[in-house]
Nanobody, 126 residues
Framework: QVQLLESGGGLVQAGDSLRLSCAASGRTFSGYAMGWFRRAPGKEREFVATIRWNDGSTYYGDSVKGRFTISRDMAKNSVYLQMNSLKPEDTAVYYC???????????????????WGQGAQVTVSS
């Protein structure tokens, strides 16, 4: 049974940094894409970033490009999201997810993801 467990959320001020972690278990993730998505209050869930497990290739949503960095530790079966220069509009519940997408170009599409974590709250005050 696949489990994804997020940690590291919290309350920070605008301009601060925060690092989210996602501990994955239950299977090997070779061939998978590991993604981060977020849902802000009153908005639909949106794509943040994804990383290809095998070679570390990454892809980012436009709103976080240049500020957020996704990485993975294969030995620890974990994925991370380093968030810098946080803005109030980054306030959301952040979800870790795993997919075996039908092509890397589909790795930003939510419906490609089969496994989801429970979410971690990130609140950025102005």
């Amino acid at each position: 049974q696949v489990q994804l467990l997020e940690s590291g959320g919290g309350l920070v001020q605008a301009g601060d940094s925060l690092r989210l972690s996602c501990a994955a278990s239950g299977r090997t993730f070779s061939g998978y894409a590991m993604g981060w998505f977020r849902r802000a209050p009153g908005k639909e869930r949106e794509f943040v970033a994804t990383i290809r497990w095998n070679d570390g290739s990454t892809y980012y949503g436009d709103s976080v490009k240049g500020r957020f960095t996704i990485s993975r530790d294969m030995a620890k079966n974990s994925v991370y999201l380093q968030m810098n220069s946080l803005k109030p509009e980054d306030t959301a519940v952040y979800y870790c997810a795993a997919a075996k997408p039908g092509g890397w170009y589909r790795a930003s599409i939510q419906s490609e993801y089969d496994y989801w974590g429970q979410g971690a709250q990130v609140t950025v005050s102005s």
